[in-house]
């Protein structure tokens, strides 16, 4: 069973930066598509960002492209977004997902909140 692990929000003014990471266990991670969706209050968790199993394959929702980026390394089982040019609207808590095949979210993990004050 895959397991997820986020880390890394906080509060931050607009404008600003914020690295999240999701380290994964008790799976074979390079074989992982990986993802990060988010919720905002109020509204439906919406998609962000795709990466697949070997780090190519990169997939962003409109509204972050230019803005966040997702990698990983598989050597610490580890996936990352970096998100520059903070914006209120980004309010939101961060989950990452994962799963075998492409558009197949199967492992969730418990989210981490990320606050752009303005």
């Known amino acids: 069973q895959v397991q997820l692990v986020e880390s890394g929000g906080g509060l931050v003014q607009a404008g600003g930066s914020l690295r999240l990471s999701c380290a994964a266990s008790?799976?074979?991670?390079?074989?992982?598509?990986m993802g990060w969706f988010r919720q905002a209050p109020g509204k439906e968790r919406e998609f962000v960002a795709r990466?697949?199993?070997?780090?190519?394959?990169?997939w962003y929702t409109e509204s972050v492209e230019g803005r966040f980026t997702i990698s990983r390394d598989n050597a610490k089982n580890t996936m990352y977004l970096q998100m520059n040019s903070l914006k209120p609207e980004d309010t939101a808590v961060y989950y990452c997902?994962?799963?075998?095949?492409?558009?197949?979210?199967?492992?969730w993990g418990q989210g981490t909140q990320v606050t752009v004050s303005s």
């Open positions: 990466l697949g199993s070997s780090g190519n394959n990169k």
């Open positions: 008790g799976g074979p991670f390079s074989r992982l598509i």
């Open positions: 997902s994962a799963g075998f095949r492409l558009g197949s979210y199967d492992y």
